[in-house]
T-cell receptor, first 118, second 113 residues
């Protein structure tokens, strides 16, 4: 089946620095990828929809300038958390549409990135 | 408002026992419903997916049911194993031009030896 690779799996950074998270679709092209954030014991919350070759669409309440999304190719989307603060510490997960989904939308998730800002 | 509610919030069972997790949704227009298993610190992994016309879908020891009339789904786990300890998330897809996922808050299952 389709595989989405996410890197790094864990990152610890100092407050005020920027962190880049990569999301790659392996063996399939993903024109659209999604970025989620998950706080402890809570459900996944959609942050933004990443579109290849165009600007990302952000959900209400998500700061565009803080969470920079670049979808430069059909297999790679990146999320950069700029000027990270401790409250940005969370679990970030990407997903991409599985081309094998047929008539039913199928989405495969990456393994997630645990970001800790100290 | 599109919502997905799951119950119970958490569950503890003994190894070998069966359990059933519930999912109620108010999502329209409905496209499909998925159950995901999410191990701690990992991304969700799809267990089953059901469209409007499907009532039951099995994946090994996991059996999902869907009642589109009452907008309810259940996930039944048979002969639980320690490795079943995880969060189980019900996700309903709304067909709104582009597909949109609505996530439930999940049920945290703990299987004890």
């Amino acid at each position: 089946g389709a595989v989405v690779s996410q890197h790094p799996s864990r990152v610890i950074c100092k407050s005020g620095t920027s962190v880049k998270i990569e999301c790659r679709s392996l063996d399939f092209q993903a024109t659209t990828m999604f970025w989620y954030r998950q706080f402890p014991k809570q459900s996944l919350m959609l942050m933004a929809t990443s579109n290849e070759g165009s600007k990302a669409t952000y959900e209400q309440g998500v700061e565009k300038d803080k969470f920079l999304i670049n979808h430069a190719s059909l297999t790679l989307s990146t999320l950069t958390v700029t000027s990270a603060h401790p409250e940005d510490s969370s679990f970030y997960i990407c997903s991409a549409r599985d081309p094998g989904g047929g008539l039913v939308d199928g989405y495969t998730f990456g393994s997630g990135t645990r970001l800790t800002v100290v | 408002k599109n919502q997905v509610e799951q119950s119970p919030q958490s569950l503890i069972i003994l190894e070998g026992k069966n359990c059933t997790l519930q999912c109620n949704y108010t999502v329209s227009p409905f496209s499909n419903l998925r159950w995901y298993k999410q191990d701690t610190g990992r991304g969700p992994v799809s267990l089953t997916i059901m469209t409007f016309s499907e009532n039951t879908k099995s994946n090994g020891r996991y059996t999902a049911t869907l009642d589109a009339d009452t907008k309810q789904s259940s996930l039944h786990i048979t002969a639980s194993q320690l490795s079943d300890s995880a969060s189980y998330i019900c996700v309903v897809s709304a067909r709104t031009g582009t597909y949109k996922y609505i996530f439930g808050t999940g049920t945290r299952l703990k299987v004890l030896a």
